[in-house]
């Protein structure tokens, strides 16, 4: 483990991962609200508009229609566009241009068009911001043939997903966790790449196979912290990705522990989880010794008391509760 | 706000007959798309643009062919303009593999993209933002290049214009907007639900732009407004939204007979047909009747012979269904 002064945050990654790929390739802009000199309202593009100035860093107006539209047309002619919709509950005011347009028009076109594309978002609970300001919808895009979606929990995954996201030429909704801005990591080293669509295994254990994404990775393994003390042994895999999605590393898991739970912070009902769930019951049935269990956020919109959010998206302590359930079943 | 153009060069004679015989040629693929359709070999839904030729043809005169078009469901006539062949089109609306998207997109998505036709889109205004990004990305890119967006009055209501409009005009960006305004969004007059009496230039005030109406059933005046727009736009003087006042000869799509519309309005705008409008004009300069049918002639073979390539094309092979979703070729989600 690096010294603590050597260890990144999560959001300054954001920036690092925007401004290797800017390096790389002049044809890498960026738009969206609020990120040139103000440096973006997480602070997530700080530095971009001062190294590559005004011809690669584009203040919008609040016109997220624009900002994902005109990000298509560019990518579809010779850009690629990193486009920022400031929280990821505005995805809904261009919902059109996420759902309909972009993921479509190299199909629908027989496969004339690429649209080599990111959108970046801030998504997810944990800050009191209120119910249109933290939800956690990778559940939405997860609902639409034709995005790929990232979800890093970590520093070094931000920029190494950053730059597959960048290179990708598929468009590629990339969600940052707002409550993960502040945490710190290990930096990335340089030329780091993750390529999209391999979790990572973030914890091995050997009694229960728990799935998590983005800010339910540390919940997941902190709850994996207190329950080894109990002497239950959590492995502990971080998704990254949901479109590709690893199954692969999921099953391989499961057959070592044969108990599987997913904790996710979207909720419920339409939630990845179930398709996790779903897969893992058709092809991994074999495998289990135990129903499959889901931690997700519960059918209320996101209420804006710290504590009443606590009723509402997963906790340390609902996952240990829900593990300690599950690994005596 | 408008800026001063040179005056554009009048079309000659051999140039205005050759856009007698694309807008012929548009006029007998739609027609031939209803025959099919009536026929049941057309599948699915057809917006027919009989009636808007000269705007398609026009505007597409006074461009590059390098410059970028986006169209809407209603964009037969775009394709075809901008280079797609009667057969590819034909054949992709009766759902053949050698159809312009290979039987994946229909009627309402022709794409011609080797053509730098990027697009038919189904929703409505979907495709204003776009034109903008094509337009930033050749402002960038320093190609001279334009972007133009073709849409319809019904789109004038829509969130995407008024966003794509200021977004254009605060970068100043070389797209044109160009508005089919057939008097009707889908059943309903335009006039009845928009408060300006122009949707698509009194809105250009809002965005300090210059909006122009103009007779979309001239083709020689849509190539002169559409010319001397790029000529801004080219300059650096960023967009401009044209008006082109025109008419649909059928109904919105196959299912509407159009019956809500006045007959006597109907009749005076048949007999401004753009097709009898610019055969008047090549008779006025003089052309012979012969070279008038000459044209009309050989748009009639090339639909003839486009129905009869595009009935005898084979239908897909059922495997494409999972191509394309990504840019590998493949639609593997999942390991």
Excluded at chain 2, 284 to 299: E, S, Y
């Amino acid at each position: 483990m690096a010294d603590v002064a050597e260890l990144v945050t999560y959001r300054d990654a954001v920036a690092d991962g925007i401004a290797r790929e800017m390096r790389r390739d002049p044809s890498v802009v960026c738009l969206g609200e609020d990120i040139g000199a103000a440096e973006g309202v997480f602070k997530t593009s700080v530095g971009l508009f001062q190294e590559f100035g005004a011809r690669r860093v584009w203040d919008t107006p609040i016109s997220e229609q624009a900002i994902v539209g005109t990000a298509m047309g560019a990518a579809m002619t010779g850009l690629r566009p990193v486009a920022e919709i400031m929280f990821s509950d505005f995805l809904a005011c261009c919902w059109d241009h996420v759902a309909n347009e972009i993921p479509k028009v190299r199909y629908m076109t027989g496969g004339q068009v690429t649209v080599p594309l990111v959108i970046r978002t801030a998504n997810g609970g944990g800050l009191g911001f209120g119910a249109q300001h933290s939800q956690a919808v990778e559940n939405w895009a997860f609902a639409v043939p034709g995005l790929k979606i990232a979800a890093p929990a970590t520093p070094a995954d931000v920029v190494g997903l950053m730059a597959a996201a960048v290179r990708s030429d598929d468009p590629v909704v990339f969600f940052e966790h707002k409550g993960l801005f502040a945490s710190r990591g290990e930096p990335a080293p340089a030329d780091h790449v993750v390529p999209l669509g391999e979790a990572r295994i973030a914890r091995s254990g050997d009694d229960l196979t728990l799935v998590a994404l983005a800010a339910t990775v540390p919940t997941a393994l902190a709850a994996a912290d207190q329950l080894a003390a109990e002497g239950i042994s959590v492995e502990v895999i971080d998704l990254r990705c949901l479109i590709p999605l690893d199954m692969r590393t999921v099953l391989d898991s499961l057959q070592r522990t044969s108990r599987l739970m997913t904790v996710e912070e979207n909720p419920y009902q339409g939630g990845w989880g179930g398709t996790i769930a779903g897969i893992a019951a058709d092809e991994g049935f074999e495998l289990l010794d135990a129903p499959i269990r889901r931690v997700a956020a519960e059918c209320v919109p996101l209420p804006f008391a710290d504590r009443l959010e606590d009723e509402v998206i997963p906790t340390v302590a609902r996952v240990v509760d829900a593990v300690r359930r599950l690994a005596a079943y | 706000m408008t800026t001063a153009t040179t005056p554009t060069p009048a079309l000659t004679d051999d140039r205005l007959l050759e856009l007698y015989q694309q807008m012929a040629v548009i006029r007998r693929t739609e027609k031939a798309a209803q025959d099919l359709f009536l026929a049941g070999l057309v599948k699915g839904t057809t917006h027919l643009a009989a009636g808007h030729e000269a705007v398609a043809v026009g505007a597409s005169a006074a461009l590059r062919d390098d410059d970028y078009v986006f169209a809407t469901y209603r964009g037969h006539h775009h394709a075809i303009a901008r280079g797609a062949t009667p057969e590819e089109c034909l054949a992709e609306l009766m759902q053949k593999a050698t159809g312009v998207c290979a039987a994946k997109g229909g009627s309402m998505h022709l794409t011609k993209a080797d053509r730098q036709m990027l697009g038919s889109y189904a929703i409505v205004g979907a495709h204003l933002p776009m034109a903008t990004g094509a337009a930033w990305s050749a402002m960038l890119r320093g190609t001279g290049q334009l972007a133009v967006a073709f849409f319809g009055d019904g789109a004038t209501n829509i969130g995407t214009f008024h966003e794509a409009l200021n977004l254009a005009a605060v970068w100043r960006l070389p797209v044109l907007f160009i508005c089919e305004n057939n008097l009707y969004m889908e059943y309903t007059p335009i006039g009845a639900v928009t408060a300006v009496p122009n949707p698509a230039a009194d809105r250009a005030a809002a965005y300090q732009l210059p909006g122009h109406v103009i007779d979309g059933n001239d083709v020689s005046v849509v190539y002169d407004a559409v010319r001397q727009a790029a000529e801004r736009a080219r300059a650096g003087e960023g967009p401009t939204i044209l008006e082109a006042r025109t008419y649909r000869h059928y109904g919105h799509s196959r299912t509407d007979p159009a019956k809500y519309r006045p007959e006597a309005e109907v009749a005076e705008w048949l007999a401004r047909d753009p097709l009898v409008q610019a055969r008047s004009q090549l008779s006025a300069r003089g052309v012979a009747d012969d070279r008038l049918a000459a044209a009309d002639q050989h748009a009639e073979q090339l639909v003839r012979d486009a129905v009869a390539a595009a009935k005898a094309a084979p239908e897909p092979d059922p495997a494409t269904a999972f191509t394309d979703v990504w840019a590998d070729g493949s639609a593997t989600w999942r390991t």
